[in-house]
């Protein structure tokens, strides 16, 4: 697989990725909701437009058989079902969503993304923000951890919101103690 290198511009691409993770709607103003990920959405959008980083998105994709999966048997709240509202990434980051590479994953961590960092020399830095901290975010981060433990990867604490303001303070400490930056 040919991976580019360079802008359509011809500009070389950043050594660096920001990858958002999850922010769809189902997580931001749905079912699995909450306001601290809601207020993530202004500051996001600022770190978006200043970065000059590859812009990579995650897309947590489940079918309509979701309730009898194992995590629907666990979390059976029906959420980002593919081909739903609920799936679709927030307007808000729609524009900057079009021109960015996506990976939608069936599980918290997407092994295909990680593997593509790994197959990627010339990136030498990840950074990761969205949704949930304590499930997708650290999960995602600790794949890109195994893949390639020779990069920098950092968390952007305040771009991140969890499941509870608790279990996203216990993330960012477990993500420390895997050698994850937090900032």
Partial sequence: MHIATYT????????????IIDMQKDFVTGPLGSREAQQLVPKLIDKIKK???????????HTQDYLHTPEGLKLPVPHCIKGTEGHD?????????????????PTFGSV??????AAMP???????????????VISNA????AFRPDIE???????CAGSTVENH??????MACCQIEIM
């Avoid at 980083?53 to 994709?61: A, N, R, V």
């Avoid at 990867?153 to 771009?159: G, T």
């Avoid at 303070?169 to 477990?174: F, G, M, V």
């Fill in 8 to 19: 359509e511009s011809g500009k070389p691409l950043s050594d660096s990725l920001l990858i």
């Fill in 51 to 61: 970065t000059e980083k590859q812009l990579w998105f995650t897309l947590d994709t």
């Fill in 89 to 105: 990434i927030i307007d808000e980051l729609l524009p900057y969503f079009q021109s960015a590479r996506v990976f939608e994953k």
């Fill in 112 to 117: 295909e993304m990680a593997k593509q960092i």
């Fill in 122 to 136: 010339e990136i030498k830095k990840v950074e990761l923000a969205g949704v949930c901290t304590d499930i997708c």
């Fill in 142 to 145: 600790l794949l890109i951890k």
């Fill in 153 to 159: 990867i950092s968390v952007d604490a305040e771009n």
């Fill in 169 to 174: 303070t216990a993330a960012l400490i477990s």
